[in-house]
């Protein structure tokens, strides 16, 4: 039997062999601090070469057409962190814009490589920032066009303005009463320019979700600060504060004609799917082929986007893997993704029609009900080629790209192989510490069941088995949550939650989890454990018999 210590060893000197003959290319990249400011504002170039550089310098003539620059510094640095180092030089440029509008930040050149151009949007100066130029300090707070509807994104920008020298400045924590806050960046501060006059500033911005219809109050924020005096090095100064204006916002409820589906409020959604062999209309008799339907919103969390549940069709069988969702954040919001796959195996051939998928969403510039449509699909499934059993590909997970200031271009070196070995090195490690384990479990280890807790607890582990789409542990989950949910001992089917309330869709996805599970999974079956938390989670109110019209946070 092979040594699984030396093969390691083994597998670790060669991968170090290849890097070391080939290594990385060098990359240069640009990335600004934000993209959006206003007019004489000052912000961050920054220009990283992933190399040390002993002379030269990156060209910024291209800059002068629409920037000034006002400062430049550049540092070499070199980094280890947990045994992977990393060395480059980095150059930082204080601009500033010469007009308003969409500006471009060009492409900068250095050694034979080229960065990506950024889009600055450079606005006007409000006419109430320079009403208050007499004052040492004042804010400024800008809020998002309505219609605000609950649950809906609502970006909250405030800056604070400041003209005198002072130390230790605070900012009380940002809360909202009844709503979700979630913090798009961290406090910047920077300068700019308002009739001539020279101004500090302070900025933040947060992305706010209302849980309640009604009206919300965005309570004022305090600044505080100690204002010194350069010319009297004994001062000890004087304490400074001001407050700013609360904002009252009118919350709008979910919209009647609003279908009974997940409430998606969001100014864009869009869905679209891929296939695995490239080939939409051409299959084959048991040949998989892997489906993935991606769909991003703006203004939603990745959680908020629930899974597709996609109905089941003769012919084929289902191999549904766990759903990912993700979300970006920019100064624009946030961005929610969801990305959903399976492999399909046909199992018969002929015409097979995959059945249209509609996602309904309430568009909130518009104020309109709308619709995501996945159109139905034709597929002519050819007869095997071969009489070999039908084996299931790993599902392939395509990358989400998220928002960023950051844009990198990398040098004409190919690393792709490198990325192999490091994924090849990894499974070769998770094999053998898995080899390591079996060998050492303790047979006499017993499973034990878990102690009484509440329905909350029921809850996460109720949604963790869907998450994994373990039918057996889904099953024991929904019945566990179900006997904490409504505090009955004799719940021990899932046909006795069927009974307690009159909904067909989640009556069928719990049929179809037992008609699997007797079918010992091998049954033709499209069933998704996060359809039915889904399911479970749109029916809360209804299974709890809770008659109210606020919409209640879901459970985390």
């Known amino acids: 039997m092979v040594n699984p210590l030396r093969y390691l060893l083994t597998l670790v000197f060669l991968s170090s062999v290849l890097i070391s003959q080939h290594g990385w290319a060098a990359t240069f990249s640009a990335s600004v601090d934000r993209k959006n400011i206003s007019e004489n504002d000052t912000f961050a170039l920054m220009l990283r070469y992933g190399e040390q550089v002993g002379f030269g310098s990156p060209d910024l003539a291209p800059l002068e057409r629409d920037f000034q620059v006002l400062n430049q510094q550049r540092s070499n640095q070199f980094r280890s962190v947990n045994g992977r180092t990393e060395s480059f030089t980095e150059w930082t440029l204080t601009l500033t814009p010469k007009r308003t509008g969409k500006l471009t930040i060009p492409a900068i050149s250095f050694k034979n490589s080229r960065t990506q151009a950024i889009t600055m949007n450079v606005s006007a100066l409000s006419a109430a920032v320079k009403k208050q130029l007499e004052k040492e300090f004042f804010f400024d707070v800008e809020i998002s066009e309505g219609p605000y509807y609950v649950q809906g994104q609502i970006i909250y920008k405030e800056k604070l303005f400041y003209s005198v020298n002072h130390e230790d400045p605070s900012l009380s924590d940002f809360k909202v009463t009844d709503a979700r806050v979630q913090p798009l960046s961290e406090v910047r501060s920077y300068q700019t320019v308002v009739d001539g006059q020279r101004l500090g500033v302070y900025e933040r911005q947060y992305a706010i979700f209302p849980e309640e219809s009604g009206n919300l109050v965005i309570p004022g924020q305090r600044f505080n600060a100690r204002v010194t005096n350069p010319y009297d090095r004994w001062s000890r100064g004087r304490q400074a504060g001001i407050v700013s204006k609360p904002v009252q916002l009118t919350i709008k409820p979910i919209p009647a004609n609003y279908p009974q589906a997940p409430w998606l409020p969001t100014s864009r959604l869009k869905i679209s799917e891929t296939f695995s062999n490239g080939d939409q209309s051409q299959w084959t008799v048991g040949e998989p082929v892997t489906r993935t339907i991606k769909v991003t919103a703006n203004g939603l969390s990745g959680s908020q986007i629930p899974a597709i549940a996609l109905p089941v069709v003769d012919k084929i069988r289902y191999y549904p893997d766990q759903s990912d969702n993700s979300e970006s954040m920019n ?57 070999q059993p039908e084996t299931i590909p790993p599902v392939q997970s395509n990358d989400v790209t998220t928002a960023s200031n950051s844009e990198m271009v990398t040098g004409p070196a190919n690393g792709y192989w490198i990325i192999a070995t490091c994924v090849l090195f990894l499974s070769n490690l998770i094999l053998a510490y898995l080899l390591w384990r079996e060998k050492n479990r303790d047979p006499e280890t017993q499973e034990s069941l878990p102690p009484i807790v509440s329905d909350k607890q029921r809850w996460k582990e109720l949604k963790k088995a869907c998450q994994q789409n373990d039918a057996q542990q889904i099953r024991t989950a929904v019945i566990l949550w179900a006997s904490a949910r409504f505090q009955r001992d004799d719940i021990v089917r899932l046909d006795q939650i069927q009974t307690l309330h009159n909904n067909p869709r989640l009556n069928a996805a719990l049929a179809e989890l037992d008609a699997l599970l007797y079918a010992n999974g091998t049954a033709n079956s499209a069933f998704n454990g996060a359809n039915l938390l889904a399911l479970l989670k749109a029916l809360e109110p209804a299974l709890g018999d809770q008659e109210s019209h606020s919409l209640k946070p879901l459970y985390s």
């Open 331 to 387: 100064e624009s919001g946030i961005q929610g993704t969801l990305q959903q796959s399976m492999a399909i195996v046909p199992t018969a051939e002929g015409r097979l029609v995959l059945p249209e998928v509609r996602i309904p969403w309430w568009n909130t510039r518009l104020g309109t009900l709308e619709y995501a449509v996945l159109p139905a699909r034709t597929i002519q499934v050819q007869p095997a080629t071969n009489t």
